[in-house]
């Protein structure tokens, strides 16, 4: 049984204006219990808001709609709040992007770790301080004893960054999903902390989704990928498929972006931004920025390609590099 | 720590100096001074006018008198009162604690209701009830406070009975002042029913004087909590599974509780000197109404005396707010 399982999840946010924008559309996602899976996407493709919402830790205003949405078999969208908050936390466990602002300024290190473990495990004072150690110990930080009475803002980036680890890991969840979790912190701190995520998944038996923007942290650690663009699933393959062969075309440009591909003087990059929530698209989001948008492509929504070709969401998808025609496709549409 | 606190201390002798310099010049500025005010229409000779202006020493230059102020305060002389000729410093001692107690009532009334109702709008943020009560707050904080005062001794002490005009307690209770607190010496004196018509006696002046602290602190723990809901730290703590009220009521709140605590400490200082019109409606003898008393009778000692010893009172709550600032805030503790 896969660990979670997310079919066509979609989160609306209203709008100001009374309106709804919809930030992640139809998304589908499977983790199976021990693996590393990457979500990709620039920012604003809807990543964090996606795996917020498995966490329940959208605002009010946002509507979290889907087919499924299960941990271990059991809807989280049919819990109650209070019966939510016993797995999230516990079994499923997430940290952030920036470590300095997510640790709270008022408490000490040793504080904000005991918390989970008396939450959710009842441990007695002595217990929590026990295992805090040890916990900050896993992580790498040194002389842990003395740092649980340190306060976050007597902590480095990366040191903070550890503690969140230390913080999620407390209650030995099966999932940790690392919403960008090296992206504000400085380039050597950054491998560290990949490498420290990776070693927890071995040892821990946990699974890990890991949202990032970054291809290179992708081929280092992940085993599947996800490639998002705004909101929508583009592509879904094995991390070496993915490499060896991108199907959709953003996914392409996304590798073709890599300093270690670049064969040019001038880095290759993609023109243009992510349509926000005024310029959403009728047919393919992606359309205006690509290389091989037909007509079509901008008035017609494509439809998910064969597994074979990573469920890309493209009307042409790109076998080594050149765009197929799907000619079944094709032929459903007026002339 | 000692040395933050000691050199805050040594900051304020310059403050407190030209404050006395600039209440011992404005009260001379005021036309009329003790004996002529005394002297009423019936008037005095010149030879006694000159007699008693010499007695007070109010012939000699006015630098002169100032000097010799500043002399005695470095000696710990207030001065004497010219109306009642006791020493200013014994006068302020004891009408001090009723200002206290009335001032400790009303901050406890408006900390109890404006931090909750603040932390209720915020996350409510939006509502009816966020809406509504923030429209209160505004009121209660420009209801003028003569009018807000007599309001409720009309609605509830004449027309439903239920509590007392003024003053600090019934007549038929007397016991001799221990603390100064009517509260406390009812309980110590044991006479029964002393310490219900103690309270019953402050309900009224606190609310009154708490007031436009409540909308304040409601007001501001409202905007603080607003912003601390939004910060990565309350999403971190939801994502530990903690309960809503321990993620608002610790995690934010304790945040959130930093520009409320100088609010807090801002309001109790002010409260401190400007009971003076809530003292005055419920003949609360207090130190506000005797400084307005002073200054109808140019008693210049006493005035200057009492202001002088209200601003040291002021200046050690702003640095109290300080130091407590310093506990809840760990940033501010270790010197960044």
């Given at each position: 049984?896969p660990?979670?399982?997310?079919?066509?999840?979609?989160v609306?946010?209203?709008?100001?204006?009374?309106?709804?924008?919809?930030?992640?559309?139809?998304?589908?996602?499977?983790?199976?219990?021990?693996?590393?899976?990457?979500?990709?996407g620039?920012?604003?493709?809807?990543?964090?808001?996606?795996?917020?919402?498995?966490?329940?830790?959208?605002?009010?205003?946002?509507?979290?709609?889907?087919?499924?949405?299960?941990?271990?078999?059991?809807?989280?969208?049919?819990?109650?709040?209070?019966?939510?908050?016993?797995?999230?936390?516990?079994?499923?466990?997430?940290?952030?992007?920036?470590?300095?602002?997510?640790?709270?300024?008022c408490?000490?290190?040793?504080?904000?770790?005991?918390?989970?473990?008396?939450?959710?495990?009842?441990?007695?004072?002595?217990?929590?301080?026990?295992?805090?150690?040890?916990?900050l110990?896993?992580?790498?930080?040194?002389?842990?004893?003395?740092?649980?009475?340190?306060?976050?803002?007597?902590?480095?980036?990366?040191?903070?960054?550890?503690?969140?680890?230390?913080?999620?890991?407390?209650?030995?969840?099966?999932?940790?999903?690392?919403?960008?979790?090296?992206t504000?912190?400085?380039?050597?701190?950054?491998?560290?902390?990949?490498?420290?995520?990776?070693?927890?998944?071995?040892?821990k038996?946990?699974?890990?989704?890991?949202?990032?923007?970054?291809?290179?942290?992708?081929?280092?650690?992940?085993?599947?990928?996800?490639?998002?663009?705004?909101?929508?699933?583009?592509?879904?393959?094995?991390?070496?498929?993915?490499?060896?062969?991108?199907?959709?075309?953003?996914?392409?440009?996304?590798?073709?972006?890599?300093?270690?591909r670049?064969?040019?003087?001038?880095?290759?990059?993609?023109?243009?931004?992510?349509?926000?929530?005024?310029d959403?698209?009728?047919g393919?989001?992606?359309?205006?920025?690509?290389?091989?948008?037909?007509?079509?492509?901008?008035?017609?929504?494509?439809?998910?390609?064969?597994?074979?070709?990573?469920?890309?969401?493209?009307?042409?998808?790109?076998?080594?590099?050149?765009?197929?025609?799907?000619?079944?496709?094709?032929?459903?549409?007026?002339? | 720590?000692?040395?933050?606190?000691?050199?805050?201390?040594?900051?304020?002798?310059?403050?407190?100096?030209?404050?006395?310099?600039l209440?011992?010049?404005?009260?001379?500025?005021?036309?009329?001074?003790?004996?002529?005010?005394?002297r009423?229409?019936?008037?005095?000779s010149?030879?006694?006018?000159?007699?008693?202006?010499?007695?007070l020493?109010?012939?000699?230059p006015?630098?002169?008198?100032?000097?010799?102020?500043?002399?005695?305060?470095?000696?710990?002389d207030?001065?004497?009162?010219?109306?009642s000729?006791?020493s200013?410093?014994?006068?302020?001692?004891?009408?001090?604690?009723?200002?206290?107690?009335?001032?400790?009532?009303?901050?406890?009334?408006?900390?109890?209701?404006?931090?909750?109702?603040?932390?209720?709008?915020?996350?409510?943020?939006?509502?009816?009830?966020?809406?509504?009560?923030?429209?209160?707050?505004?009121?209660?904080?420009?209801?003028?406070?003569?009018?807000?005062?007599?309001?409720?001794?009309?609605?509830?002490?004449?027309?439903?009975?239920?509590?007392?005009?003024?003053?600090?307690?019934?007549?038929?209770?007397?016991?001799?002042?221990?603390?100064?607190?009517?509260?406390?010496?009812?309980?110590?004196?044991?006479?029964?029913?002393?310490?219900?018509?103690?309270?019953?006696?402050?309900?009224?002046p606190?609310?009154?004087?708490?007031t436009?602290?409540?909308?304040?602190?409601?007001?501001?723990?409202?905007?603080?909590?607003?912003?601390?809901?939004?910060?990565?730290?309350?999403?971190?703590?939801?994502?530990?599974?903690?309960?809503?009220?321990?993620?608002?009521?610790?995690?934010?709140?304790?945040?959130?509780?930093?520009?409320?605590?100088?609010?807090?400490g801002?309001?109790?200082?002010?409260?401190?000197?400007?009971?003076?019109?809530?003292?005055?409606?419920?003949?609360?003898?207090?130190?506000?109404k005797?400084?307005?008393?002073?200054?109808?009778?140019?008693?210049?000692?006493?005035?200057?005396?009492?202001?002088?010893?209200?601003?040291?009172?002021?200046?050690?709550?702003?640095?109290?707010?300080?130091?407590?600032?310093?506990?809840?805030?760990?940033r501010?503790?270790?010197?960044?």
């Amino acid at each position: 049984m896969p660990l979670l399982e997310i079919e066509n999840l979609s989160v609306d946010f209203e709008t100001r204006a009374g309106g709804l924008f919809r930030a992640v559309d139809r998304v589908s996602l499977k983790v199976e219990p021990r693996e590393i899976v990457s979500v990709v996407g620039e920012s604003g493709s809807g990543k964090s808001v996606a795996m917020l919402a498995v966490m329940g830790l959208l605002p009010k205003t946002a509507r979290v709609t889907a087919d499924r949405l299960a941990f271990e078999g059991e809807n989280l969208l049919g819990l109650t709040p209070a019966a939510r908050r016993k797995l999230v936390g516990k079994d499923i466990a997430m940290i952030f992007q920036e470590p300095m602002s997510s640790l709270n300024p008022c408490f000490t290190v040793g504080f904000q770790i005991g918390e989970a473990l008396a939450t959710h495990l009842g441990m007695g004072r002595a217990a929590r301080r026990a295992r805090a150690i040890e916990l900050l110990e896993q992580v790498g930080i040194p002389s842990p004893e003395s740092r649980l009475s340190a306060f976050p803002h007597q902590l480095s980036g990366g040191m903070s960054q550890r503690v969140m680890i230390a913080m999620a890991i407390a209650c030995s969840p099966k999932l940790l999903i690392a919403d960008e979790p090296s992206t504000a912190l400085d380039v050597t701190i950054q491998a560290q902390i990949l490498d420290l995520l990776v070693r927890l998944r071995d040892e821990k038996d946990m699974a890990l989704v890991l949202i990032t923007h970054d291809m290179g942290v992708v081929a280092e650690t992940a085993e599947r990928v996800v490639v998002q663009y705004a909101g929508r699933q583009v592509e879904e393959a094995t991390t070496v498929d993915l490499f060896r062969d991108p199907h959709h075309p953003y996914t392409a440009a996304l590798l073709a972006a890599l300093p270690e591909r670049a064969t040019e003087k001038r880095l290759p990059a993609i023109p243009g931004v992510v349509p926000g929530q005024w310029d959403r698209l009728e047919g393919c989001m992606f359309a205006p920025r690509c290389d091989f948008a037909t007509p079509l492509c901008s008035t017609t929504r494509p439809s998910r390609a064969a597994p074979e070709l990573g469920y890309a969401l493209c009307h042409t998808p790109l076998v080594a590099g050149r765009p197929t025609e799907r000619t079944a496709r094709r032929e459903e549409l007026p002339a | 720590m000692l040395a933050f606190v000691l050199r805050r201390i040594a900051l304020t002798v310059p403050t407190l100096f030209a404050l006395s310099f600039l209440t011992f010049v404005a009260i001379r500025l005021v036309p009329g001074d003790p004996i002529e005010v005394r002297r009423g229409e019936r008037g005095i000779s010149p030879e006694r006018l000159e007699f008693f202006r010499h007695e007070l020493g109010l012939d000699q230059p006015v630098w002169k008198q100032f000097l010799d102020y500043i002399w005695g305060l470095m000696h710990g002389d207030f001065g004497v009162s010219i109306i009642s000729q006791d020493s200013v410093l014994r006068e302020f001692l004891t009408l001090f604690p009723a200002t206290l107690e009335l001032s400790l009532f009303a901050m406890l009334f408006a900390v109890v209701f404006g931090v909750p109702f603040g932390v209720l709008a915020a996350v409510k943020r939006g509502s009816v009830f966020d809406h509504g009560l923030m429209g209160v707050a505004l009121f209660g904080y420009s209801m003028p406070v003569f009018w807000w005062g007599l309001l409720l001794v009309l609605f509830f002490s004449v027309t439903l009975d239920l509590t007392p005009v003024s003053g600090r307690i019934d007549l038929l209770y007397y016991f001799e002042p221990v603390t100064g607190f009517m509260t406390v010496d009812s309980l110590l004196s044991g006479q029964e029913g002393a310490f219900s018509s103690a309270l019953s006696h402050l309900v009224l002046p606190a609310i009154v004087l708490g007031t436009i602290p409540l909308a304040a602190i409601a007001r501001m723990t409202r905007s603080s909590m607003l912003e601390v809901l939004e910060e990565d730290y309350v999403r971190t703590a939801r994502a530990k599974g903690l309960s809503p009220f321990r993620v608002i009521g610790l995690h934010a709140l304790r945040n959130a509780l930093i520009p409320v605590v100088t609010t807090i400490g801002l309001q109790g200082g002010t409260m401190l000197a400007g009971a003076v019109l809530t003292e005055t409606i419920f003949a609360w003898p207090g130190v506000g109404k005797w400084l307005i008393e002073s200054i109808f009778r140019r008693d210049y000692p006493a005035l200057q005396g009492g202001v002088l010893l209200i601003s040291t009172l002021l200046v050690l709550v702003n640095m109290t707010v300080d130091i407590l600032n310093a506990v809840i805030n760990p940033r501010i503790r270790h010197g960044r």
